[in-house]
Antibody, heavy 122, light 111 residues
């Protein structure tokens, strides 16, 4: 059964770079059937899509974060990563990684990691 | 402010039926993009509840159903149970934003 696990520092100082990795186990990140993505949830608030990547390296980013976000994939390690630079307190959130199914009229997140809380504070 | 609009809260007594609406626009739901629903129990990750408007993943009870019409979609829950108390999010794709968009979430309280 495929599982996703986020890892990375729980505390980041402004205006440094937030870096997280999602490790995929029980299946291959190189599957042509899926994309992979990051979603975040500030404390007490709703969900926000950050960006997505295909195993080939093709990326899609939330336009509101695009200037600060980089998502990359390492197929040899079955991992994909998130970098968000110039962070502020507004970037404090639980960060989830997820598997994505994409079709002509749909794009949805069918499996999620448990999430990791990242706090931005000096 | 979310691209998809949901009521902040709904409530119902055990055994009752509740619905949660999700209103979009001509660049997402109205453009023909499908709607998906997630259930988030307190302190846990979201879980896919309904995909492509009406489909339930394996293991999701048939008490949960989805529908879509025009620029809106709805999630219906029948036979409410205490364990249904959670936050529910709708999600679609937006062609103007070129990415996934979520509703603001609806907190379901079982009275």
């Amino acid at each position: 059964q495929l599982q996703l696990q986020e890892s990375g520092p729980g505390l980041v100082k402004p205006p440094e770079t937030l870096s997280l990795t999602c490790t995929v186990s029980g299946g291959s990140i190189s599957s042509r059937s899926y994309y992979w993505g990051w979603i975040r949830q500030p404390p007490g608030k709703g969900l926000e899509w950050i960006g997505s990547i295909y195993y080939s390296g093709t990326t899609y980013y939330n336009l509101s974060l695009k200037s600060r976000v980089t998502i990359s994939v390492d197929t040899s390690k079955n991992q994909f990563s998130l970098k968000l630079n110039s962070v502020t307190a507004a970037d404090t959130a639980v960060y989830f990684c997820a598997r994505i199914l994409v079709g002509g009229t749909y794009w949805y997140f069918d499996l999620w990691g448990r999430g990791t809380l990242v706090t931005v504070s000096s | 402010q979310s691209v998809l609009t949901q009521p902040p809260s709904v409530s119902g007594a055990p055994g009752q039926r509740v619905t949660i609406s999700c209103t979009g626009s001509s660049s997402n739901i109205g453009a023909g993009f499908d709607v998906h629903w997630y259930q988030q129990l307190p302190g846990t990750a979201p879980k896919l509840l309904i995909y492509v408007n009406t489909n339930r993943p394996s293991g999701v009870p048939d008490r949960f159903s989805g529908s879509k019409s025009g620029t809106s979609a709805s999630l219906a829950i029948t036979g409410l149970q205490a364990e249904d108390e959670a936050d529910y999010y709708c999600q679609s794709y937006d062609s103007s934003l070129s990415g996934a968009v979520f509703g603001g979430g609806t907190k379901l309280t079982v009275l």
